[in-house]
């Protein structure tokens, strides 16, 4: 992945999060009712993890996916303290779980998306430059 590329990255992370941050800014009675909470964190921090593990330059490292999921626990954690400034909303251990659980399987997903192909792969050029995953 080239610098250009880890720079897109970085950006879509941070818009990802701004995402986030935004949405924790609601007060609860304006959030729809009847979706599970896992949901939402899961997918949020699943997406997070997914472009922000592409800014390093070895993503596929044990020591940068622990270090990944070292910041994106911390974001998680100040997400949930930001959240506190909202109507009706509360700080949850259980949201940070769900967060993490999201993250994991982000860097795991990167992780399998992101090999490359060999022979009895299919050639998948088109959605990998879509995922920032071509190399």
């Given at each position: 992945?080239?610098?250009?590329?880890?720079?897109?990255?970085?950006?879509?992370?941070?818009?990802?999060?701004?995402?986030?941050?935004?949405?924790?800014?609601?007060?609860?009675?304006?959030?729809?009712?009847g979706?599970?909470?896992f949901?939402?964190?899961?997918?949020?921090?699943?997406?997070?993890?997914?472009?922000?593990?592409?800014?390093?330059?070895?993503?596929?490292?044990?020591?940068?996916?622990?270090a990944?999921?070292?910041?994106?626990?911390?974001?998680?954690?100040?997400?949930?303290?930001?959240?506190?400034?909202?109507?009706?909303?509360?700080?949850?251990?259980?949201?940070?779980?769900?967060?993490?659980?999201?993250?994991?399987?982000?860097?795991?997903?990167?992780?399998?998306?992101?090999r490359?192909?060999?022979?009895?792969?299919?050639?998948?050029d088109?959605?990998?430059?879509?995922?920032?995953?071509?190399?």
């Amino acid at each position: 992945m080239d610098n250009r590329q880890r720079v897109i990255a970085g950006i879509v992370s941070l818009l990802i999060y701004a995402g986030i941050l935004a949405l924790s800014s609601l007060p609860a009675s304006s959030l729809p009712s009847g979706i599970p909470d896992f949901i939402p964190h899961s997918i949020e921090y699943f997406l997070l993890a997914f472009f922000f593990i592409q800014i390093f330059a070895s993503p596929r490292r044990l020591k940068t996916m622990a270090a990944v999921l070292l910041v994106v626990a911390l974001l998680a954690f100040l997400d949930e303290r930001h959240q506190l400034s909202s109507p009706g909303r509360v700080f949850s251990w259980s949201d940070i779980g769900f967060d993490l659980l999201g993250a994991m399987a982000g860097m795991i997903a990167y992780a399998l998306l992101s090999r490359r192909s060999g022979p009895g792969r299919p050639k998948t050029d088109g959605w990998r430059r879509l995922f920032l995953l071509q190399r």
